[in-house]
């Protein structure tokens, strides 16, 4: 088995309303979308309001008040300096774009889905989390006020993923039949400059 050389969170505790069942249990190929996920890493950190039969630690969210104070929930169970941060939405995802991701220097290294940031296909310094977190309302507020970040491009990411399914991130069931046609650099921004959601 792989030791990660960083610490994964999976966000499983949302209502799934636009999907119109828990979509964290939702099958594709006899495997439910959240095990896709978890079983990728070795000892995931699963944020859920409901018991879960997937490897890893599973930490309760009983408030559900978003993903931003789900990760906070998380927070006190993560020992890596680093921590990639998903939802069981993204069944798709390859482990070879996390560990690209995770490699980068920058306090946040993300990527685009349909044109935009995507919170929750992200890596963080766990350093800038601790720090941070408790300043803003929202996961893009995180990564758009951080002192640096690594936005992955297009080709970069095809390299690893030519479909680019790991970027498909299924909130309704025809998601599960969305291409991504967008086209966009690399670029590294750091506090210096503004990044405006895209």
Known sequence: MFRDSFDVVILAGGNSTRFGTDKCEFEIDGKSMLRRVADLFQSPIVVTDRPRDVNGKIVHDRWKEGPLKALKLALEHISGEKVFVT?????FLSRELVEMLCSKQEYVATTLTCGRIQPLLSCY?????RSSINSFNS????????????IAGYREVTMLDPRLRSLLNVNRLSDLWKVQRLFWNTRILSNTERLSVL
Request: charged share 10%.
């Open 87 to 91: 939802g069981c939405d993204f069944p």
């Open 139 to 150: 996961m893009t507020d995180l990564i758009v006020n951080s002192p640096s970040i690594y």
């Open 125 to 129: 310094s766990l350093s800038y989390l």
